[in-house]
């Protein structure tokens, strides 16, 4: 199997760490249920961690308490109230264990010491039943992404049990069983993790996916998306070949890895770097993944913030897709799509950090999915999504919640195990797969795939220095903007929407991306949009407008927007602009139309600008231009834009009045 770059574990460090071999997993197998601990298997390695300490419960990702110990914190999907997202907020804490004694044990040694028998378990079903789930699939298909709201979005639903099983003893027994029929998780791991006066927090898994590692200044994500579901025989070449062709899979995963580019873009002033892609196999799925990379100096727990939470547990653009999530999903999520993160004193020079120095610590931090919650009184729950796009068939989505479920429910015994993974095909080894991977990269941007610090910036004195002001309208496409923008030359901040004071004292204003309907004038963002493009043009200062505030414009300039037949979310189209044609990535639900007579308003200072259209062959504006303005359909900065650059610094020009000179470099 293909193994990311990057993904070794880093040296366990602790206060006052064992140095017995087994002394301190016996005393966790021992235990009645009031020690705090955590087993932990990382990708790669051929030991298991174990960390036992102290408990304790903070309300911010800041407030995370790094004072020369390790922690291990287990944080809720609440928290992404930091963002100022809407939630479902059940109160679950934000845990920590504050590691004070660990140890390593080789897997097999400690295979040998955890319970061999299946704990007893009683199945309860599910707490949405399959053809409810299928309906919630078509109504956010329709209600969502037929409206405008998003590209995809992860709806969840809980398989539920009961065991009447010690909580020690039952988690002792789920870890082994992943430890022995799991393979190709990022990390296997069990928590307990007591606290006096509320719910005891267990919980065990075998995650595939990393969200966010920072060690040595260097930031990596890894988003996973798109599942081949193993039949019951046994994954073939076949199979995994019709899997890596698939269009719904393939844009499916584009669209996170787009999703998680802009947070590696407000992470890493250099920008960030696509590796991969690479395929995931495990003991019942398969998945594909990209490898993120920059480099970084924030904080720690100041980066977790700014990337809560994966698109793909979420969907995008992140902050709407929290809102669709609350409108969809009738009970909090707990910690499902949360993270564990664990942060440990990096040594350097043979020194660890002084106490409080948060940046000498790294970070491990996988995201929670696939993992099972024993909560009080023995009620367990295991949750799983599937992540919803314009081509998903809900019968499809329904069955990929129960595959994802599936690993987890073997190891309670509430389904049959299979054989395991000694019987297992290895996909990657495949004639063909390697092939077919390498073939998804010919829909990137070069710009994206590329060491970020070996692409030169764009040297001209006509752009060098010009001040840009980025509007956010609540979808984070303006930190890539923002980046390439850098990248040309341009000196760039991007200030959300709502907290907007002044549009005209920068060279340049664009107006960004974001959810909803352009043509609803009493939604604040939209009118809000309006608003500036009016006192921008009234003043005859640049302005370029992308994506919904191109519907704005478009709509202002008397071009009427209209729903697509099929939304056009997160795919890659050769579009003419202007007379030249570019690969263009496009996330929208609405379009521009061209039309024989321009109808507009005549007190509207936008149609007194005879804006000049740009169509493609379904009559749909892909870009309008004139004095001092221009807009563009699609997204410039997408990683699916393989010409985004190129487009990006000629409509800068135009806006701008500067020459045009050699394009830069793809």
């Known amino acids: 199997m293909s193994r990311i770059p990057g993904s070794t574990p880093s040296s366990s460090t602790s206060g006052g760490s064992s140095a017995v071999s087994r002394p301190l997993l016996e005393r966790v197998l021992a ?11 990382r990708e790669g390695s051929t030991e298991v961690e174990v960390l036992v300490g102290d408990v304790v419960d903070v309300e911010l990702l800041g407030d995370v308490p790094l004072d020369g110990a390790p922690v291990l ?13 809407t939630v479902h907020d059940d109160g679950a804490p934000l845990r920590c264990l504050v590691v004070r004694a660990s140890e390593r044990v080789s897997v097999a040694d400690a295979v040998a010491a955890l319970p061999a028998e299946a704990v007893a378990a009683e199945p309860l079903g599910v707490d949405i039943p399959d053809d409810e789930y299928a309906g919630i699939v078509r109504r956010v298909i329709d209600d969502e992404i037929g409206q405008g709201a998003g590209a995809n979005f992860v709806v969840a639903r809980r398989f539920e049990a009961r065991t009447s099983a010690a909580p020690v003893l039952t988690l002792a027994s789920w870890f082994r069983a992943l430890l022995t029929h799991e393979v190709g998780a990022y990390w296997t791991f069990a928590v307990h993790a007591p606290a006096s006066g509320t719910e005891t927090l267990s919980l065990a898994g075998a995650t595939p996916e990393r969200h966010l590692t920072l060690h040595d200044g260097v930031a990596r994500m890894n988003p996973i998306s798109g599942t081949y579901r193993h039949p019951a025989t046994g994954p073939t070449r076949d199979g995994v070949l019709e899997f890596l062709r698939d269009t719904k899979e393939n844009e499916e995963l584009f669209m996170v890895v787009d999703e998680e580019m802009k947070m590696m873009s407000a992470l890493c002033p250099e920008g960030g770097r696509i590796v991969g892609p690479y395929l995931k196999q495990m003991a019942r799925l398969s998945h594909t993944e990209y490898l993120l990379e920059g480099r970084t100096t924030l904080d720690p727990r100041e980066a977790l913030r700014l990337t809560m939470f994966a698109p793909t547990v979420t969907g995008s653009p992140m902050e709407n897709a929290c809102t669709v999530i609350t409108r969809h999903e009738t009970r909090p999520r707990g910690y499902y799509s949360g993270f564990l993160a664990l942060f440990e004193p990096e040594v350097t020079d043979g020194n660890a950090p002084a106490a409080s120095e948060a940046a000498g610590y790294s970070l491990d931090a996988p995201i929670l999915i696939r993992t099972a919650y024993l909560h009080d009184g023995g009620r367990v729950s295991v949750p799983a999504g599937a992540t919803l796009v314009r081509h998903s068939v809900p019968e499809h989505e329904v069955a990929e919640t129960r595959a994802k479920a599936s690993g987890v429910l073997a190891s309670l015994g509430l389904v049959p195990r299979g054989a395991g993974p000694d019987v297992a095909v ?3 080894a495949q004639p063909g797969v390697a092939e077919a991977l390498t073939a998804r990269n010919r829909q990137l941007a070069e710009f994206w795939v590329r060491p970020q610090d070996a692409v030169p910036a764009v040297t001209t004195t006509a752009l060098s220095g010009r001040d840009v002001l980025i509007v956010d309208h609540e979808d984070q496409f303006t930190t890539m903007l923002a980046h390439q923008l850098r990248h040309l030359g341009l000196n760039t901040r991007t200030v959300r929407w709502d907290a907007v004071d002044d ?41 370029l407008a992308v994506c919904l505030s191109h519907q704005v414009l478009a709509d202002l300039a008397g071009f009427p927007v209209r729903a697509l037949p099929a939304p056009r979310q997160g795919v890659r189209l050769d579009a003419d602009v202007f007379g030249t044609t ?4 496009y996330y929208n639900t ?33 870009a309008l231009r004139g004095p001092g303005v221009a807009s563009v359909q699609g997204h410039l ?30």
């Open 31 to 41: 235990s009645d249920g009031t020690l705090p601990f955590a087993l932990l298997r």
């Open 637 to 666: 900065e997408s990683v699916l834009s393989a010409d985004g650059l190129t487009v990006l610094d000629g409509v800068t020009r135009h806006v701008l009045g500067v020459p045009a000179e050699p394009s830069p470099a793809r």
């Open 426 to 428: 290895d996909l990657n």
């Open 590 to 622: 609405f379009g521009a139309r061209l039309t024989t007579t321009v109808a507009a308003a005549a007190d509207n200072p936008v149609a007194r600008l005879a804006l000049e259209p740009s169509v493609d062959t379904d009559g749909v504006l892909t």
């Open 582 to 585: 570019a690969a263009i990535g």
């Open 503 to 543: 549009v005209l004292a920068d060279d340049l204003l664009v107006l960004g991306p974001g959810p909803g309907d352009p043509r609803d004038h009493e939604d604040p963002r939209i009118a809000s949009i309006v608003r500036r493009i009016g006192e921008r043009v009234t003043a005859g200062r640049p302005l």
């Open 73 to 85: 914190a287990i944080v809720p999907f609440r928290q992404a109230r930091e963002r100022g997202f």
